[in-house]
């Protein structure tokens, strides 16, 4: 497709016009910088280039991957009522202490300013006792005056106490034992330009899907995985699990060890996430909410049954089973193999035996801010009996041929 006339091409045209009209007008002349039909043809040629300019930015303001800005903002709003997340706040936890025990009582309010040694300001989100006679440490929740992702700071950068606090101690000093998270600039054009492609395969409110979407619309949510809790038959508990992360998330599960007040810190995303969930969650589910990121995990199963049980469904609640520990394993727990055979153990019309769990061949272990999930298409079970096979792998259920 050709590219719209720039001001050169206006201008040729122009000159190219003038000359074809009147022989006795030379090229020199139209083209020398400051005569008179130098300035005619170029000013024409500019007011051109303007409403040219106009007409393109006009024009890719009505699609979804060439619009920008506020032109973006006004399309996914207008289509599909979506509107761009702004900036987060970022929140942490501070702990004040005083050298000499406080001589008396004193209230911490909400909204005392705080700051780092570069200026990053915060405030206090919750109002907390200092009792008398004690020297603290007294824990007390914060968040930054200003959004954004420069709002995050490391560990003991919070060191200043610059708002009033009455019937303070001299010596009442404070400090971030870990560091602050879930601060966010405002959504990218592609972010949002991303989240209004997959408004139509998730608008209708209730699915899994949805749910994500709705997650993924929290300012500071960057991943959002949901997974349907499953009874004993496979069937639909009436129970959602949501484990969403933020960027600060994403930081903390490669370590080994998470700060021990991260996680009610990040308690508070999950249940900013879980408010905003009203309009798609579906009426009579409970939707529960983690922080954490996501690690599938596939488990193979031997199967063998007692006499006269019915092999397809025992293999589907032995399936269930597995789905049911997996997926009700808090942020940070390991897949324990003795803990999965002891609920296979209790399946009736199976008959465990020490090789029934084929992979994994060992316990999987995770860092502490990762979640272990599975599905019924993850886990599949095949017949260690040559006699009993089970359904083949074409219907529904996901079941194995063995």
């Not at 007409?55 to 890719?60: D, F, G, Q, V």
Request: charged letters at 15%; proline letters at 5%.
């Amino acid at each position: 497709m050709p590219d719209f006339p720039t001001w050169n091409d206006l201008f040729r045209i122009g000159r190219d016009e003038i000359l074809i009209r009147n022989a006795k007008v030379s090229r020199d002349a139209v083209e020398r910088d400051g005569a008179d039909a130098n300035i005619l043809v170029a000013a024409i040629a500019a007011v051109g280039d303007q409403v040219i300019g106009q007409l393109a930015a006009a024009e890719a303001a009505l699609y979804l991957d060439s619009a920008v800005g506020v032109a973006l903002d006004r399309l996914v709003f207008d289509r599909y009522g979506l509107v761009r997340k702004p900036a987060a706040a970022s929140l942490g936890t501070v702990q004040f202490r005083t050298t000499a025990g406080a001589p008396t009582t004193f209230t911490i309010p909400v909204g005392v300013r705080l700051q780092t040694s570069d200026g990053i300001q915060f405030v206090t989100s919750e109002a907390v006792i200092f009792t008398a006679a004690t020297t603290g440490p007294l824990a007390c929740g914060v968040r930054s005056v200003l959004a954004g992702g420069s709002q995050n700071v490391k560990v003991g950068r919070i060191t200043s106490i610059t708002g009033t606090i009455t019937s303070q101690p001299t010596d009442l000093v404070v400090s971030n034992p870990y560091a602050t998270a879930g601060g966010a600039d405002a959504e990218t054009d592609s972010s949002l330009r991303d989240r209004a492609r997959r408004y139509f395969t998730t608008v209708r409110r209730g699915t899994l899907g949805a749910l994500e979407e709705a997650a993924l619309g929290v300012a500071g949510v960057t991943k959002a995985s949901a997974f349907e809790v499953i009874d004993s038959l496979g069937r639909p508990a009436r129970l959602v699990q949501l484990v969403v992360a933020d960027a600060f998330t994403e930081q903390f599960v490669s370590y080994d060890t998470v700060p021990a007040r991260y996680p009610a810190q990040s308690q508070l995303l999950a249940t900013t996430v879980f408010n905003a969930l009203a309009d798609v969650r579906p009426a009579g589910i409970f939707v529960q909410v983690y922080v954490g990121n996501v690690v599938l995990q596939s488990v193979q199963l031997a199967l063998t049954f007692n006499a006269g049980a019915d092999s397809n469904t025992v293999a589907l609640n032995a399936r269930s089973a597995i789905v049911s520990y997996v997926n009700s394993l808090p942020p940070g727990s390991p897949f324990v193999l003795a803990n999965a055979n002891a609920v296979l153990r209790t399946v009736n019309g199976l008959a465990p035996s020490g090789n029934t769990i084929v992979t994994p061949i060992g316990n999987v272990a995770v860092k502490p801010l990762q979640v272990i999930r599975t599905s019924l298409g993850l886990v599949v079970a095949v017949a260690a009996q040559s006699d009993q096979p089970l359904a083949t792998g074409s219907n529904p259920d996901q079941f194995t041929l063995a």
